[in-house]
């Protein structure tokens, strides 16, 4: 994982933050309707939609599907996606003296701890070959650490 100054947008996922790279997201649009995949045994995957000429899988990461109906379209090594996280933060500089001094975990997923404001950030090597919902072990892993 290279470590230089950067802006990240900061989203709320499962019971934590992730921070995505704004060079991997192609938009942030109002989600307007979803169109459902047959045969879909995947809990995450809501379906499919039309996010201003991308059609995307839309992946939830909201706890309850409850909340906004923002979507994030981000390229990834699998093709574009469209993520529903539980609220958007805003954007986060996060400088590369931060992020040497944050903990690198190699497995199962490629990925960076981080504390900033008072908040546990990961920021995930979305260059590598797993999905965004693959995350969720490293939130519950988390949270079962804090208890």
Avoid: C, W
């Amino acid at each position: 994982m290279e470590f230089k100054d950067s802006f990240y947008l900061l989203a709320q996922m499962f019971n934590g933050y992730l921070a995505i790279s704004l060079n991997n997201i192609l938009g942030i649009f109002k989600l307007e309707s979803i169109t459902p995949i047959p045969n879909n045994k995947n809990k995450y995957i809501l379906g499919i939609t039309n996010a201003k000429g991308h059609i995307v899988p839309v992946i939830d990461m909201r706890i309850e599907n409850e909340g906004p109906q923002i979507l994030v379209v981000m390229e990834t090594p699998q093709g574009k996606k469209g993520v529903i996280f539980k609220k958007l933060e805003g954007v986060i500089h996060l400088l590369k003296e931060e992020m040497e001094k944050g903990k690198f975990i190699e497995a199962p997923f490629s990925h960076l701890e981080i504390e900033k404001n008072s908040k546990k950030i990961i920021l995930a090597d979305l260059t590598k070959n797993y999905e965004i919902y693959d995350l969720e072990t490293v939130f519950e892993s988390e949270s079962a650490k804090a208890s």
